[in-house]
T-cell receptor, first 111, second 116 residues
Framework: LAKTTQPISMDSYEGQEVNITCSHN???????ITWYQQFPSQGPRFIIQ???TKVTNEVASLFIPADRKSSTLSLPRVSLSDTAVYYC????????????FGRGTSLIVHP | DSGVTQTPKHLITATGQRVTLRCSPRSGDLSVYWYQQSLDQGLQFLIQYYNGEERAKGNILERFSAQQFPDLHSELNLSSLELGDSALYFC???????????????FGAGTRLSVL
C-alpha cells in the first residue's frame, strides 16, 4: 500500500508562512494530491487539490515537484484559527483507487 | 457545512452489539466513502460505493458491512462490537468515482461510537 509521511507536529507564529511537506513515494501515475484541515471532533475540510506544479487558491498553495513523490502545502500568514491537523491524501499505486491519508501534521500557531 | 449529513452524532453501546451509521451525501454526489478515525490509527479508509455499487475496499473488518441505496444514502453496519471499535466514523461524498481525476471528497461531521 502507498505510504505517506508527514511531520507529526509543527509550531509557528501568527503572520508567518507555514510549509508542510508530505512524502508519497508510491503515488500512482494518475492520482491527484489533496490536502485537508481538521479541527478536533470535526470532519476533515478540503483545502486544496493538485496534480503537478503549483496550484493556488484563496487560502493556500500546493507545490508538487516533477517526480510527484512529495507535495508541500503552503499557508501564507497563518493566524491562531489555523491551529489544526493537516492531512495529505493520495491513492495507492495500481489497481483500484484506495484513498490513503497521511498520519497528519498538528500545526500550532502561537500569538 | 459540507452538505454531507451523518446520523447519529453519538452512539454508546455495549460489546457484542450491532449498530448502524447513516450517511446522506451532498446533492449530486454519486460516491460515498467510509472512514474510521481512532487516536492511534489516523484516518483509515474502509469502503467506497459509487452509484450503488461497491467501488473500492480498504481495511474493513468482516464484522463491518455497508451498502448504498437507490437514493444514494449509505449505511455502515458494525456488528459483534468490540472495545477497539470505539472511534470516530466519517462519511465523505464526491461527484466522481476516484482520485484518478479531479475529484474532491467532502466529509460529514462524523459519528462518535463508544463501545463499553
Amino acid at each position: 500500500l502507498a505510504k505517506t509521511t508527514q511531520p507529526i507536529s509543527m509550531d509557528s507564529y501568527e503572520g508567518q508562512e507555514v510549509n508542510i511537506t508530505c512524502s508519497h513515494n508510491n503515488i500512482a501515475t494518475n492520482d491527484y494530491i489533496t490536502w485537508y484541515q481538521q479541527f478536533p471532533s470535526q470532519g476533515p475540510r478540503f483545502i486544496i487539490q493538485g496534480y503537478k506544479t503549483k496550484v493556488t487558491n484563496e487560502v493556500a498553495s500546493l507545490f508538487i515537484p516533477a517526480d510527484r513523490k512529495s507535495s508541500t502545502l503552503s499557508l501564507p500568514r497563518v493566524s491562531l484559527s489555523d491551529t489544526a491537523v493537516y492531512y495529505c491524501l493520495v491513492g495507492v499505486s495500481g489497481g483500484s483507487y484506495i484513498p490513503t491519508f497521511g498520519r497528519g501534521t498538528s500545526l500550532i500557531v502561537h500569538p | 457545512d459540507s452538505g454531507v449529513t451523518q446520523t447519529p452524532k453519538h452512539l454508546i453501546t455495549a460489546t457484542g452489539q450491532r449498530v448502524t451509521l447513516r450517511c446522506s451525501p451532498r446533492s449530486g454526489d454519486l460516491s460515498v466513502y467510509w472512514y474510521q478515525q481512532s487516536l492511534d490509527q489516523g484516518l483509515q479508509f474502509l469502503i467506497q460505493y459509487y452509484n450503488g455499487e461497491e467501488r473500492a475496499k480498504g481495511n474493513i473488518l468482516e464484522r463491518f458491512s455497508a451498502q448504498q441505496f437507490p437514493d444514494l444514502h449509505s449505511e455502515l453496519n458494525l456488528s459483534s462490537l468490540e472495545l477497539g471499535d470505539s472511534a470516530l466514523y466519517f462519511c465523505a461524498s464526491s461527484v466522481g468515482a476516484s482520485g484518478r481525476e479531479k475529484n474532491i471528497q467532502y466529509f460529514g461531521a462524523g459519528t462518535r461510537l463508544s463501545v463499553l
